[in-house]
């Protein structure tokens, strides 16, 4: 047997009704898909930004001790050590960086080693990584001693 049927027929009036009001929902849920989207892309994007600044901070730092182990190595093969510039090229990227190493000596014989590393050396991209470090250089020695 059959069902019994409703004596109102769907007209072609409300056809067209439900079928917009089904359309207005399908575009509302898919604005709504795509703001969420566009909200996880920038999210993304942002880390992604963030962690390349914290990679650059990091490449800096490392070579800023490296300057300073370098300048302390050349005290002790050369008691009037200067210090010296040098740009290497480091990271996967092959970007170029800015080392500047000074050593900077007091009439009391105290000498202090500053060094300033920028990653990558271009301009307003990169970070910039400042060292300092006492060097006494012992009367009648050519090494330094450093200061804990």
Do not use: F, N
Not at 101 to 128: C, F, S
Request: proline letters at 5%; a positive charge; glycine letters at 6%.
């Amino acid at each position: 047997m059959r069902a019994a049927r409703c004596d109102t027929e769907v007209t072609p009036r409300v056809r067209t009704a439900r079928r917009a009001a089904a359309l207005v929902v399908a575009v509302v849920t898919l604005m709504v898909v795509m703001l969420m989207t566009g909200t996880l892309l920038r999210s993304l994007v942002a880390r992604h930004r963030q962690l390349g600044r914290w990679e650059q901070e990091l490449q800096a730092q490392w070579l800023a001790e490296s300057a300073l182990e370098r300048a302390r190595v050349q005290l002790i093969r050369q008691p009037d050590y200067a210090g010296e510039s040098w740009q290497p090229v480091v990271g996967a990227e092959k970007l170029p960086a800015a080392v500047e190493i000074r050593v900077e000596r007091k009439a009391d014989g105290a000498a202090q080693i500053v060094v300033i590393a920028r990653y990558p050396d271009k301009l307003g991209m990169g970070v910039q990584a400042t060292r300092e470090a006492p060097a006494v250089l012992a009367v009648g020695s050519s090494s330094p001693e450093s200061d804990p």
